[in-house]
């Protein structure tokens, strides 16, 4: 029987949580095709959330978390996984419902399972991870609405978090022009090191004179925040240009008018990375060890699960910037 260690989060009453790291045997985990040992995970927001019980990301509880994982595949039933193979998992319902990369085993359909790309560690998986997909996602959203570099300046915001520092580094690795968007004074050297031509402040980017256009200056933004932020943007969006969004923890209200939309031709584009179609997720992950691989050492900080505790709760004060990576075979 194998054993391994997990945080687990348990509920103590009155609505209090605690995280402790417990002894878990293969058997608490649920069923499915393969059995993945895992070396790395990550730290998301929806990870923090989960880890302190909030009902909207996970609806049971003892749990863990951990949307995000790398790792070995162990045993598998499918022929498209075999023993030693190096994989993936990211999304759908892991780490939400489904005991997550907070653990050093994970049991999952095979259909969650991605082939590790070559050119790709798993500690480099992970420095990506949920966040870096995401990112990556919202840069092909860019292109494939036929945003180019000579088009001018892109606009990304929430800059200083996981999927926005991501995009920064691949927007500039892929020579666009990048201004970044920041509520943290304080890391404007982190995002000129990141490639940012500029740093604004929150408030530069966020307009509530209720003006239905405005200036034109963006080619295109990459929205991680949403609400006046987001509607902003694509009233600043030059015609023809794109906008994406992928978060909402400013607000999920957008209050904005058509007229960006049918005078100036600005497209919106949705991202979402938890059920994102297999053929797509290959294709991002190719291209995130391969063109838009980025110096990912600028973005990391790399913890164990003895350690993960404490980044949980600075991510929850908003003092954490790039990206944790959980080093699931280490003891501090």
Not at 231 to 242: L, V, W, Y
Not at 262 to 268: A, D, E, K, W, Y
Not at 298 to 308: P, S
Request: with cysteine.
């Amino acid at each position: 029987m194998i054993h391994f260690k997990a945080m687990v989060v348990e509920e103590t009453g009155d609505k209090e949580y605690v995280r402790t790291i417990v002894d878990r045997t293969i058997d608490d985990l649920p069923t499915g095709e393969v059995l993945v040992k895992v070396g790395y995970s990550s730290l998301n927001y929806k990870d923090a959330l989960s880890a302190t019980g909030n009902r909207g990301v996970t609806r049971k509880y003892p749990h863990t978390p951990g949307i995000d994982a790398a790792g070995v595949v162990a045993e598998s039933v499918d022929p498209n996984f075999a023993p030693g193979d190096k994989v993936i998992v990211t999304s759908y319902d892991l780490g939400m419902n489904t005991p997550g990369g907070f653990g050093q085993y994970i049991r999952v359909p095979a259909d969650w399972v991605v082939r590790l790309p070559d050119n790709l560690t798993l500690k480099e998986s992970m420095a990506y991870g949920t966040a870096g997909f995401t990112a990556g996602l919202s840069v092909s959203g860019l292109i494939n609405h036929h945003v180019t570099p000579d088009q001018g300046e892109i606009l990304v915001t929430g800059a200083s978090g996981g999927v926005g520092s991501i995009a920064v580094s691949i927007l500039a690795e892929l020579g666009y022009s990048v201004v970044a968007a920041s509520g943290k004074e304080q890391e404007k050297p982190f995002l000129r090191n990141l490639g940012a031509t500029e740093i604004l402040t929150r408030e530069a980017v966020t307009d509530t004179s209720g003006r239905p256009l405005l200036k034109e200056r963006w080619a295109g933004v990459i929205d991680t925040v949403g609400g006046d932020i987001l509607a902003t943007g694509i009233k600043s969006t030059k015609m023809g240009g794109t906008v994406t969004c992928c978060g909402n923890v400013a607000s999920h209200e957008l209050n904005t008018t058509v007229f960006p939309f049918i005078l100036r031709g600005v497209s919106l584009v949705g991202i979402n990375s938890q059920n994102c179609p297999m053929g797509i997720r290959r294709e991002i992950w190719k291209n995130l060890a391969g063109p838009w691989k980025v110096n990912l050492d600028r973005l990391l900080n790399e913890t164990t699960l003895d350690g993960l505790d404490e980044k949980i709760e600075r991510m929850l004060k908003g003092k954490l910037k790039g990206r944790v990576a959980i080093n699931l075979n280490s003891k501090e």
